[in-house]
């Protein structure tokens, strides 16, 4: 009897650390893990566009313009992308507003919105990663996730869960979708929706197996099965 009372006991002490740790992580690591995944995915999606979007856009000056502003741009010079330089370059605002109907001029709202992100403006990023019109595989879903790390910046959580699983949906590849569904995953989480969280984090692991996201997922499919019985 003493030795299952004892046994009880550390299952107990076992558990409550376990808690303990989880929430630490989630508090630690939540802001990291929400916003630190869109960079890569979107840098590669703009270098893609690059090569399939505009090879010959109807406008050579916007194409010429936009070809000028990704120097800036790698170079995380995100304010002189955006805006201009005052000399021979005018900014990808610029470019979105004067040639937005031109596909140099669709990928200039892209850059604009992701400067502006960069920057610490998530209304102004929302405005022209709303305004990009594409489809693709690879742009499209990583600006619609953006979207979704615009709107945790601006304390709407719950709104950019949407994104999240629909930039997810969008993208539909092992590469992009379980990253987004990750973001949502821990979104939920910090919203203490631990079903939700538990349901994203295992289409990670059944849908998406081979994915790098799913060679972890079991730890935060733990992590929220054990705080949502608390």
Do not use: W
Not at 169 to 181: G, H, M, T, V, W
């Amino acid at each position: 009897m003493a030795k299952k009372k004892q046994e009880k006991q550390e299952k107990e002490i076992e558990v409550g650390a376990i808690l303990s740790r989880s929430e630490q992580f989630i508090e630690k690591n939540k802001n990291l893990l929400i916003y630190g995944f869109g960079g890569i995915i979107v840098v590669i999606g703009l270098i893609l566009a690059y090569h399939y979007g505009y090879a010959q856009p109807r406008n050579e000056k916007a194409k010429v313009a936009i070809f000028a502003g990704q120097h800036y741009f790698e170079i995380d010079s995100f304010a002189l992308a955006l805006n201009g330089n005052g000399v021979d370059y005018d900014g990808f605002e610029a470019i979105a507003n004067s040639y937005g109907g031109t596909k140099a001029g669709n990928l200039a709202k892209a850059y604009a919105g992701i400067c502006y992100y960069k920057l610490g403006n998530p209304q102004s990023a929302m405005k022209y990663l709303k305004s990009y019109k594409g489809s693709d595989t690879q742009l499209a879903p990583a600006l619609t996730g953006l979207i979704g790390d615009c709107l945790v910046s601006a304390g709407d959580t719950k709104a950019a869960i949407g994104y999240f699983e629909k930039a997810a949906a969008k993208a539909d590849n092992e590469f992009i979708s379980p990253i987004y569904l990750k973001k949502a995953g821990i979104a939920y989480e910090s919203l203490q929706n631990y079903k939700d969280a538990i349901r994203v984090y295992t289409t990670i692991k059944e849908k998406y197996n081979r994915s790098t996201e799913a060679m972890e997922v079991d730890r935060y499919i733990t992590r929220a099965e054990i705080l949502s019985k608390q």
